[in-house]
């Protein structure tokens, strides 16, 4: 039975920082490609970050570079968001997804509120 299970959310002011968390489980960790995906109110899901299966190589979204970072734990089966600097427009779902060729498994997401 696959599992992606995000935790780490929560409310912090503008500035702050937070870390999520994507456990997962019931699929091969190290073959796939690890992403985090945020869903705002009443906007379309977009991609926030994503990692390769070695973990060698990243990609960010423009408007999240240089303040928030994406790790993976291949031993640990997890996968990881540093939020720093943290702006009232990152407020959203975060998910995390796994892809590897045709199999695409998605995380049920993690609320994260930006606000004074």
């Known amino acids: 039975q696959v599992q992606l299970v995000e935790s780490g959310g929560g409310l912090v002011e503008p500035g702050g920082s937070l870390r999520l968390s994507c456990a997962t489980s019931g699929f091969t960790f190290r073959w796939f490609v690890m992403s985090w995906y945020r869903q705002a109110p009443g906007k379309e899901r977009e991609l926030v970050a994503d990692?390769?299966?070695?973990?060698?190589?990243?990609n960010y979204a423009n408007s999240v570079k240089g303040r928030f970072t994406i790790s993976r734990d291949n031993a640990k089966n997890s996968v990881y968001l540093q939020m720093n600097s943290l702006k009232p427009e990152d407020t959203a779902v975060y998910y995390c997804?796994?892809?590897?060729?045709?199999?695409?498994?998605w995380g049920q997401g993690t609320q994260v509120t930006v606000s004074s």
């Open positions: 990692i390769s299966n070695s973990g060698g190589i990243t």
């Open positions: 997804k796994a892809v590897w060729a045709t199999a695409s498994y």
